[in-house]
């Protein structure tokens, strides 16, 4: 019995220690990054990242959840997203959203008018931002690279 309870205890610190960017349990891997002009990433769950300042409301420009990808400089944030679908789409009581494979989108926003523009396709995504101005050089970065 004392070697089950050393190997439980055992087992439970090495869950408890390891560093999976999905997280164990609630809680454990949800963040907010500060970007600019009171803009932060939100992360909080594996599927729900996204961009928004706090306290914002439904006439607020964000960019919502999967957020994987960003860059920013002020006032610039420009993002990838992997859309996302209801797991269940027949099934009122299940709203879990998850990965649509193969399905992305771009999206910039403006942190100081502010102003957004998205869902964008990779090619619509590289036409606005030269409409925009938005420095070449401005590359997007794992969502991971920002945790604090």
């Known amino acids: 019995m004392?070697?089950?309870?050393?190997?439980?205890?055992?087992?439970?610190?090495?869950?408890?220690?390891?560093?999976?960017p999905v997280g164990f349990g609630p809680g454990v891997h949800d963040f907010s990054a500060p970007l600019s002009n009171g803009y932060l990433i939100h992360r909080t769950?594996?599927?729900?990242?996204?961009?928004?300042?706090?306290?914002?409301?439904?006439?607020t420009p964000i960019i919502p959840a999967k957020v994987f990808e960003l860059g920013h400089d002020a006032p610039w944030v420009i993002a990838r997203q992997q859309q996302l679908r209801r797991r269940s789409p027949n099934d009122p009581n299940d709203t879990y959203q998850e990965p649509e494979p193969g399905a992305f989108s771009f999206w910039i926003l403006n942190t100081s008018?502010?102003?957004?523009?998205?869902?964008?396709?990779?090619?619509?995504?590289?036409?606005?931002?030269?409409?925009?101005?938005?420095?070449?050089?401005?590359?997007?970065?794992?969502?991971y690279d920002y945790r604090p």
């Open 2 to 20: 004392r070697n089950l309870a050393l190997a439980l205890v055992l087992l439970f610190t090495t869950i408890i220690g390891c560093d999976d």
């Open 45 to 59: 769950s594996a599927h729900q990242i996204m961009v928004a300042p706090s306290g914002w409301n439904s006439s």
């Open 113 to 143: 008018t502010p102003g957004v523009w998205g869902p964008l396709t990779e090619q619509q995504f590289a036409a606005k931002r030269v409409e925009l101005r938005i420095d070449p050089a401005l590359q997007l970065r794992d969502v």
